[in-house]
């Protein structure tokens, strides 16, 4: 059962996809795309190329867990996914995401002007692998 996880930007989207098995990230990269639309035609139809199950979207979350306008960009792409045709869409807090995602770059010695669209697809590896391991 693949799954797909889906760190969502305003220019870049990172993605990720497990293995077969659901168990660990398989793949992990950028989509450029700053049209909400057009992008979800494009997740829609790369779910079902490679057979993915259940998207993991990622929902930001202000510190003290309420929700500001990032989090209902989210959830109107959620919406958006699915008339697409896409499958099951989870909601995932992916309230760290992004800053780990920057510190492990920077811990592996990449410079921030150099990582900036790498770090998105990080991001979407830790939302992938934080549903995974909730699964278990």
């Not at 930007?9 to 990269?29: H, Q, Y």
């Not at 202000?62 to 929700?67: P, Y």
């Not at 209902?72 to 099951?88: D, H, N, T, V, Y």
Request: aromatic letters at 4%.
């Amino acid at each position: 059962m693949r799954i797909m996880a889906i760190d969502l930007g305003d220019e870049r989207t990172g993605l990720a996809v497990s293995d077969e098995l659901g168990i660990l990230c398989g793949e992990a990269w950028t989509v450029k795309e700053w049209d909400h639309a057009r992008l979800a035609r494009t997740i829609a139809a790369e779910a079902e190329k490679r057979g993915v199950q259940t998207l993991v979207l990622g929902l930001p979350r202000n510190m003290d867990g309420t929700e500001g306008p990032r989090a209902e960009k989210s959830r109107a792409f959620r919406e958006m996914l699915l008339q697409e045709g896409a499958p099951e869409v989870v909601m995932w807090d992916e309230r760290r995401s992004s800053i780990e995602a920057h510190q492990i770059l920077h811990a592996n010695g990449k410079r921030e002007k150099k990582h900036r669209s790498t770090v998105d697809a990080v991001a979407a590896s830790l939302i992938l692998e934080g549903y995974l391991a909730s699964r278990r």
